[in-house]
């Protein structure tokens, strides 16, 4: 009669899950020295893309970007497999330019797979996690979970000093169109069905969100002639700091842009007894920013048409996403009133649009390193947090891999806060506000956005990665280059006057620019609109003297890049601006720097409200200033707090 042994494995760190998150967290992990494991239930679902697949977009891009300048993966992977590359919000200030690159789907997940196998320190391993394995301590009288590994369904156990989970939409998941259910993860993958209860048996509080996404759209069948082509930009700019143009410069795929109608609308109407979303069957909460087009129909019932777009999956398949309409209505319904469409009159359905429900967690249960606050070792990242997106995912994965290896090594948390990065906005909003639906990053989430421009990732957080050892001497090296020219170049734009003799007047005249009445610094002449560092070359005589300094002797180049006189007119152009926010990030700081003991009880604090005490007790803020973004808790109850604090300290 044979024996059935069980495996067992030991590791630093177990990353849950290969979706954005996890990969991005098993790469930090695994670069910062870790022994680490990255489980998948699919090989096929590392890094995958089950809903549209493009990379960046509206305040998204800036995300990719400061993952980047951290040191992560998910810029340099999308710049070897994008199809069309678009800046987006061009007319509008720098503050909201945001990159965003369609992807060949099946070519991303391929190159992110490689890049894992690859990485030294890291295993990659399909399997389903099952179970969570800790121990309990008692340390003065208040008792401990602390993790200790995972066990899969089969029965292995790898023990581990950190344990992250990036379970994505994976848990308890089904998916469902019409009266159809199916109790899948996405893209018709296994779903995890036992990781939930083992998390519930831990204490930790878990609730129902749901996402959708539109049907697959069958090429040959699409009649292009009836929908305006969109174009990817003539000048590519990449996502990653480390490329340029000329390394990543290929032909790109157009996408198409077509629209609803009313008939569109009377179809949804007609039908939408039978959608799921609204009959009551699906449980979960929707996200408010990426609405399906039934929900779009009903809630906005004065407009008569929505915009669809449609996108090729990649660059060797006929399969087309379409952008606008995610739905969960019945097969027939989405027939139909695809079919409206123009251009989709006789349009074959490749895969069918449905709504995806799954489990995740209350992330205010996260500190803002996202481990949580009561199983110590126990980090989480991605939409198990209650977020939306793969930028967004991956933003949280590569911070809970940095902070999974920090406590391993005994190192403070990294913690970036709202004033530093898009990715600290995220994180704090997740652990201090309690979303009631998928969160989605907005440019209109940060409060100090002009400093925080996709364009600066670089400069505002690439010290960090270094000093973190996720960023090489030789890519630090020519950071600090680009950042010692940018600066030199500044200062000589401030100090290099010009006065109003006959060229210079001749030279505004051509460029519609008022005349000078009196001298002028070539900075000045730049904050003007219509004017800019490479339109006054012809009053900068000494630019070519200041090149030759600037590079040295030696140097391969004689000219600036395209991204250096980029940083150097928004610094110049938008001065006062930048100088008034930094005013306000000042403010925004000491709030942040009045630590709130952990010990604190605030039953102790008399004159807090009952509401306040209750969300105080619950989050427990780290300062004051993450205190006062706690809904339920006034500016009168922070005031309420400084003064406890204050006498306490005395």
Known sequence: MSQNICIEEEYDVVVVGAGHAGCEAALACARLGMKTILFTISMDSVALMPCNPNIG???KGHLVREIDALGGEMGK???KTYIQSKMLNVSKGPAVH???AQADKVEYTKQMRLTLQNTENLTLRQAEVSELLYEETNTDGETRKVI???KTYSGASYYAKAVILCTGTYLKARCIYGDVVNHTGPNGLMAANHLSESMKDAGIFIRRFKTGTPARLDKKTIDFSKMEEQKGDEHIVPFSFTNTEEDIKREQISCWLTYTNEETHKIIKDNIDRSP????????????????IEDKVMKFPDKNRHQLFIEPEGEFTNEMYMGGMSSSLPEDVQYAMIRT????????IVRNAYAIEYDCINATHLRSNLEFKDVDGLFSAGQINGSSGYEEAAAQGIMAGINAARKITNKEPLVLDRSQAYIGVL????VTKETQEPYRMMTSRAEYRLLLRQDNADLRLTDIGYEIGLIDDERYAAFCEKRRIINAEIARMQEIMVGGNQKVQAFLAQHDSSPLCTALSLAELIRRPELDYERIAPLDEERGKAYATLFGPDAKRSTLTQDEVEQINITIKYDGYISRQKQQVEQFQ?????RIPEDINYEDVSNLRKEARQKLSQIRPASIGQASRISGVSPADISVLMIYLTAKKN
Do not use: A, W
Request: glycine share 14%.
């Open 57 to 59: 977009g509206s305040s």
């Open 77 to 79: 992977n999308i710049d």
């Open 98 to 100: 945001s990159l965003r």
């Open 148 to 150: 200790s590994g995972v």
């Open 341 to 348: 469409v123009p251009g989709l009159e006789n349009v074959s």
């Open 590 to 594: 000491k709030m942040e720097k009045k």
């Open 277 to 292: 979303l609204f009959s009551g069957f699906i449980e979960g909460t929707g996200p408010r920013y990426c609405p399906s």
């Open 427 to 430: 994180i704090d909003d997740l």
